[in-house]
């Protein structure tokens, strides 16, 4: 697998955004997979320039809806998604990032954020808490 | 970790079904991935009963939003998913499967539905046609 380099070239991310179906709010879901293990770490979504951002820098930008701006993830956490591949599906509606995540991707402090499994004794947290909290989004 | 025996407890399907995050179309994302290699395969969306199914009969059942109606993959193309654990995440707004893929997951006849991959020299294919799809919806 050759090395992506970023930024990658304008015509390429403006052919990635031409090709992809964003909802009528204008975002797409963006399942982050940690590259080497096959941990699926989260899902958020982006706009289009949260798109464009992430293949300029190699650094992941979703678009949080919560606080209707740019997440440029690991910004106040530090826990950031280096990006490895950026691959989109067959309908071209949900994006798949290959992602290096620094340390935690959830904001409990947990590695990945699919913490939780419904089992025959009910649902279960199968996820131990790596990092504090605390110490993740002090200043 | 303990095999996870479908169908699980009505009551453990009632407390799924209460703590997830349903949009305003009723809808939630579900991301499939094979449970021992740990590729994603692919995302579609549940409503309540599409979860209620699944849980029951440990087949995974999405609702499709282009038919309107449950999607219980691979009625027609043979390709089915069998629940290995169900989870969600700590937003309660996402559903990570846990499958075997019987077969291929996207209905181009790849392996997983992520195949397009945007590179330095524009955007690649980066997996083969493993089924002919003609194969795959042949009555």
Same mark, same amino acid.
């Given at each position: #697998?050759?090395? +992506? *380099?970023?930024?990658?070239?304008?015509?390429?991310?403006?052919?990635?955004?031409?090709?992809?179906?964003? /909802? /009528?709010? !204008?975002? +797409? =879901?963006? +399942?982050?997979?940690?590259?080497?293990? @096959?941990?699926?770490? #989260? #899902?958020?979504? #982006?706009?289009?320039?949260?798109?464009?951002?992430? $293949?300029?820098?190699?650094?992941? %930008?979703?678009?949080?809806? &919560?606080?209707?701006?740019?997440?440029?993830?690991?910004?106040? &956490? !530090?826990?950031? *998604?280096?990006?490895?591949?950026?691959?989109?599906? %067959?309908?071209? /509606?949900?994006?798949?990032?290959?992602?290096? *995540?620094? @340390?935690?991707? %959830?904001?409990? @402090?947990?590695?990945?954020?699919?913490?939780?499994?419904?089992?025959?004794?009910?649902?279960?947290? +199968?996820? /131990?808490?790596?990092?504090? =909290?605390?110490? $993740?989004?002090?200043?």
């Amino acid at each position: #697998m050759t090395k +992506i *380099q970023y930024p990658l070239p304008g015509n390429v991310i403006n052919d990635v955004v031409d090709a992809l179906k964003f /909802d /009528d709010r !204008g975002l +797409i =879901p963006a +399942i982050a997979q940690q590259h080497d293990t @096959g941990e699926v770490l #989260m #899902m958020a979504w #982006m706009n289009a320039d949260a798109v464009r951002e992430s $293949l300029t820098t190699g650094r992941v %930008c979703y678009w949080s809806r &919560s606080r209707n701006n740019f997440w440029r993830k690991g910004e106040s &956490s !530090g826990q950031v *998604q280096s990006l490895k591949a950026f691959r989109y599906d %067959c309908d071209a /509606d949900t994006i798949l990032l290959e992602v290096h *995540q620094d @340390g935690v991707a %959830c904001h409990t @402090g947990r590695r990945n954020c699919f913490y939780l499994e419904a089992g025959n004794d009910g649902v279960n947290i +199968i996820a /131990d808490v790596v990092t504090d =909290p605390g110490e $993740l989004y002090k200043k």
